[in-house]
């Protein structure tokens, strides 16, 4: 797992492309639990030079659907993500290994209809049994739904 952080063979990085980005903590370690700790997820997403379309910070994992636009590669973008979440949850006094080496990654098809793709990635809450709805869970965002339906 040398270079699991690269693009998988033959992938190229495409600017203004879309990227669904899965990526799990440290032997699945749940430690989004505690909802501060993943804010400091959603405040590496927003760091990154690249628009975030839609993600969900579950307790041991996150779905990130990327558009690159800002020049930086995908690998950079993600890299930078975890870098900045982690530095912030030292910050709060996390300790140990926080992200597993590497991260899954899709190119969304440009026919493909990417605000499905964002109610699929935010209802993983629901799918998990975390909660009822939605509503009630307070780490997900999507450019296209309204979180006060």
């Known amino acids: ?57 579950m307790p041991d994992h996150i779905h990130w659907l990327v558009q690159l636009d800002g020049g930086e590669s995908l690998s950079s973008c993600v890299q930078k993500m975890k870098s900045v979440a982690t530095k912030k949850l030292r910050q709060l006094g996390v300790a140990g290994e926080v992200w597993q080496a590497g991260f899954h990654d899709r190119a969304v098809r440009r026919d493909e209809d990417v605000i499905a793709i964002a109610r699929y990635i935010v209802a993983n809450p629901l799918r998990a049994d975390l909660v009822d709805s939605v509503r009630d869970y307070g780490l997900w965002d999507a450019i296209w739904i309204d979180q006060h339906l």
């Not at 063979?9 to 700790?37: D, P, Q």
Request: proline residues 0%; contains cysteine; charged residues 20%.
């Open 1 to 57: 797992m040398a270079h699991s952080n690269r693009l998988r063979r033959g992938r190229v990085s495409e600017m203004g492309r879309c990227y669904l980005i899965t990526s799990t903590t440290h032997k699945r370690r749940k430690i989004f639990s505690f909802w501060l700790y993943g804010r400091c997820v959603v405040c590496g997403m927003m760091a990154v030079n690249a628009t975030t379309l839609s993600y969900v910070v």
